[in-house]
C-alpha cells in the first residue's frame, strides 16, 4: 500500500515563503507520476502542480512563476517551493500519486493515492 505523508505548512504573511514535502512510501517512489492540489474551505479540490518520472513539469497558471514543483528520487520526497504567497493561496494542500508514471496528471480522478494533506495559512 502506498503512502503520502505531507509537511511543511504553516502560517506566513503575504510575500512569505513555505516549502512542502511530501514523503513517498510502501511502493518503489520513481514509479510514480505525482503531483499537488490544494482545497479552500467550500471550494472545489484545485489542481497545483505535476512531475511526471522524468522530471517533466507542469503548473497552473495561478501559482505560476510562484511555486516550483520538484523530487529527490533519493529521498522519496516530492517538493513544492512556494514563494511570494497570497492570501488565495491559503488551502489544505495534498498531494497525490499514480501508477501512470509518464504521464503529467491534472485531475484528481486520475490520482490513486492522497496524503493527509498540510494547512497553508496566508494573512494579509
Known amino acids: 500500500q502506498v503512502q503520502l505523508v505531507e509537511s511543511g505548512g504553516g502560517s506566513v504573511q503575504t510575500g512569505g515563503s513555505l516549502r512542502l514535502s511530501c514523503v513517498v512510501s510502501?511502493?518503489?517512489?520513481?514509479?510514480?507520476?505525482l503531483g499537488w492540489f490544494r482545497q479552500a474551505p467550500g471550494k472545489e479540490r484545485e489542481w497545483v502542480s505535476s512531475?511526471?518520472?522524468?522530471?517533466?513539469?507542469t503548473v497552473a497558471d495561478s501559482v505560476k512563476g510562484r511555486f516550483t514543483i520538484s523530487q529527490d528520487n533519493a529521498k522519496n520526497t516530492l517538493y513544492l517551493q512556494m514563494n511570494s504567497l497570497k492570501p488565495e493561496d491559503t488551502a489544505m494542500y495534498y498531494c497525490?500519486?499514480?501508477?501512470?508514471?509518464?504521464?503529467?496528471?491534472?485531475?484528481?480522478?486520475?490520482?490513486?493515492?492522497w496524503g493527509q494533506g498540510t494547512q497553508v495559512t496566508v494573512s494579509s
Open positions: 497525490a500519486a499514480d501508477s501512470r508514471r509518464y504521464y503529467l496528471l491534472r485531475s484528481p480522478a486520475d490520482f490513486a493515492y
Open positions: 510502501g511502493y518503489t517512489y520513481s514509479k510514480y507520476s
Open positions: 512531475i511526471n518520472i522524468v522530471g517533466t513539469t
